[in-house]
DNA sequence: CGAATCGTTGAGGTCGCTCAATCATAGTGG
DNA sequence: CCACTATGATTGAGCGACCTCAACGATTCG
């Protein structure tokens, strides 16, 4: 089990999001197998692997993308801290994705038939789940949105913005301040752009004052004019929670 | 309930994608509570609304889109005749996208508070929604990889192919025929285009021979060439079972 | 027939790409 | 501690894919 720090960043994103006590969420905890440590830039789950598990990340920070044949590759969603990993896939018959560490990271690990018994037989864990992919699923229509229909500048600020919010849930975002260890090259991979090109995004975002890069932290220092630049609503992730779907069946 | 012709295609893509038996089938027809035919270009689901039903569509085309505060439109999916609607938005607190029909259409409707109890009732119900939740993302995952990492050309070759398919699985595809009841200027946004662009793109690639469009008809003339422009993978979509996931836990 | 919607085509502009070089940073072994 | 290396960040020049604006056909429908 997590040495603490790190569980405590899935708990308080599933007491915060999921309406979860601790007692739920000790419970959760419980049903993992084994606990890995996995070295930067390794995969995780292969894509079109067969039989994927499922992970929760608890520490460091994780791709999931899908390579093309070509060679290119579309970052689908960064994992942070308390993310799920390989949710979608794990219904599937094959995962249609790949997911890759990004730095070092500790992911604990539930296997597939685990989680479809869990599902089939504790309704309120079903539900969870459910919620947990409509959530996902909402990021990655925001992403859809950010590339199909918004410019560089804006799609940029947008992911910042929403990864500033996702890291706030689970604490590693204070006062506009995180890290986001991840390269240019990611960062284009997950936009839709060239490695240049979002070198030259960020250059322009620092110019007008909006945010400051030091290393791999990002520093907001105009809020509101990054939020209107991005057209991202104030508070719009999961910070109303899931309703109170799980509360009447809650077998355990 | 439906009359017969579009009653079929849903019942059809239950069997054919969730290994559903004709009795559960019946069984989720009958959960419905009531039908209804809707203009073209009509709101089923606004966006930001609360609480919002969940629908069946029967017949006819609809799209699942985001609106832009500046205008601007993504298309994240279209939705054909056997298709579900408002999966993604029904356990999130707020619709996060709108549902506009395309052409005439018809739906069944199922009130939110029924689907919730349904899924905490009935874990075969539960796990079915699950999997037509991944299955729905798996291919706005697709649509994320189409408009992030390939050519106008590419990516609209991609979304024929896509269609195809899934009309198939309805049925409503022959030869490699079939109805695209969509305008330019819809096909732009579903594909992150101008409509401009989708009109030479289309004229490219029926002088490729790849391709005829008459109408809102299309042909496929030179399947493999195009599946090789788009890197469509054959037989990609659903024509694997989702696995027997609701087998032991079936109740009724 | 008139009106509206949609499709088609041209001209010109721009955003973002490719190619390529240089600079910064961190790690490594001597 | 210092080359030496590898990786990533930065910048420039030139180009091409796609966009915008605008006009003109084609189709449908009342």
């Known amino acids: 089990m997590g040495d603490g720090l790190e569980e405590s960043a ?14 739920d969420v000790a419970g959760i ?5 084994q606990e890995l440590a ?11 692997s067969g039989d994927p598990s499922y992970f929760v990340l608890l520490r460091g920070w994780a791709a999931c993308s899908k390579l093309l044949p070509d060679g290119r590759r579309q970052i689908i969603n960064f994992a942070v801290p308390g993310d799920f990993l390989g949710l979608r896939g794990f219904l599937l018959p094959k995962a249609d994705h790949a997911i ?9 690990q539930f296997p597939r038939q685990r989680m479809l018994d869990l599902i089939r037989d504790n309704p309120r864990f079903g539900a969870a789940v459910l919620w947990a992919l409509s ?14 229909r918004r ?9 910042l913005l929403e990864l500033e919010a996702r890291l706030g849930l689970v604490g590693l975002s204070h006062d506009g301040q995180f890290e986001v260890p991840v390269t240019q090259e990611d960062l284009g991979d997950a936009l839709g752009l060239s490695t240049v090109h979002v070198n030259r995004v960020l250059r322009q975002l620092r110019a007008q004052g909006l945010l400051a890069t ?6 907001i220092l105009d809020r509101d004019r990054l939020q209107e630049l991005a057209q991202f609503p104030a508070g719009s992730l999961g910070h109303a929670a899931a309703g109170r779907l799980g509360q009447k069946g809650g077998a355990r």
């Open 10 to 23: 899935l708990a308080r994103k599933l007491r915060h999001s999921l309406d979860f006590s601790d007692e």
């Open 38 to 48: 996995v070295a930067p830039r390794t995969e995780i789950v292969a894509q079109d």
């Open 29 to 33: 905890i419980a049903l993992e197998e």
């Open 135 to 148: 959530f996902e699923q909402a990021i990655v229509v925001e992403h859809l949105v950010n590339i199909g």
């Open 214 to 219: 030091r290393q791999r932290r990002v520093e």
């Open 151 to 159: 410019s560089a500048l804006e799609r940029t600020a947008h992911l």
């Open 100 to 108: 890759v560490t990004i730095t070092e990271a500790k992911v604990s």
